[in-house]
DNA sequence: GTTGACTCCGTACTTCGGTACGGCCTTTAG
DNA sequence: CTAAAGGCCGTACCGAAGTACGGAGTCAAC
């Protein structure tokens, strides 16, 4: 008997893609999880994870009791790997790959832009702290020795 | 470690003698784990969990049931903030905070090195997503409007 | 002499993106 | 036919740095 299967969020998923897939996940490439995960690059558990999570859909067709993937899920599965390598997260990731193409360009535009601000507040962390250990550094090499670590000391004096 | 003296082992709630007559090296302030949290702007379940780490000792003092911290608790956590801003871990913290300032000064100096190559990794890592997240979106702002979503395009394309 | 704030202790939960384990079932190759 | 490989499922665990919770005890002020 089937899993019913949680995914019931109907956000709008452009029922053009879901009719297609009917047809044309079938008949491109059969795969089972194992072979999705090998062609995918990612774990079986992975794959599981994101089902659970809800980033993926479980197929509704099945070959006996197993089952069976095409290139619908591989494709999703190379999207989610792209927008992860942008710094995406699953969550920000599930809300991206839900938008139209034509319609929600000026969301995805946007989530794009909030996502840069973020990585470059992190940049700008990191050159802050990479520039205070540079100069510990440099004050270390410049020290005499019989003097206690610049850099120890920065961390306990008062 | 050096730091031990002697210390009364006054288990009995009854004596208010130990207030001002012990000569400690610099117990000036005697604060329970509240007081502490809040001088060192860190929460009680923090000190708390820092001890369980064994990051901080627990004093050996009480004033009653309650542990009684100085100054040394106060300087410690005050380090381990510093060392946290440098981007070390509360492990790495623990290894520097136990080095001598003297003889210790090469390996804190690889320590400080070693941190400022992983920083700039992964500054670089955030440069590249950054760089790529901004191509998207300059390629989105000169795209024209009937066309779909560039950033969405490159995730899913094939 | 009671109230209320604080402390102590142990444990569980959080976020994030998975990974691992164990048991059972199914499929398929030999 | 049988055995190995793989799939399915639920659950626990990882690391990092805490945060939260609950119960019991205790200290201090009024």
């Not at 089952?67 to 990731?93: C, K």
């Amino acid at each position: 008997m089937d899993r019913k299967s949680a995914q019931e969020f109907d956000r709008t998923a452009t029922t053009k893609t879901a009719a297609k897939t009917a047809t044309q996940t079938t008949r491109s490439a059969p795969l089972t999880i194992g072979a999705l995960a090998k062609a995918a690059g990612v774990g079986v558990e992975t794959i599981r994870y994101y089902q659970r999570r809800g980033l993926l859909r479980e197929p509704q067709q099945t070959r006996g009791a197993y089952r069976v993937y095409g290139e619908a899920e591989l494709a999703r599965l190379t999207a989610i790997r792209r927008a992860q390598q942008l710094g995406f997260s699953l969550d920000e990731i599930d809300g991206l790959l839900a938008l139209n193409e034509e319609r929600d360009r000026d969301r995805a535009r946007d989530a794009a832009q909030a996502k840069i601000e973020l990585i470059e507040s992190r940049i700008r962390q990191l050159q802050d702290m990479r520039d205070a250990l540079a100069e510990l550094v440099h004050c270390c090499e410049h020290t005499d020795s019989p003097a206690p670590c610049p850099i120890l000391r920065a961390l306990s004096s008062a």
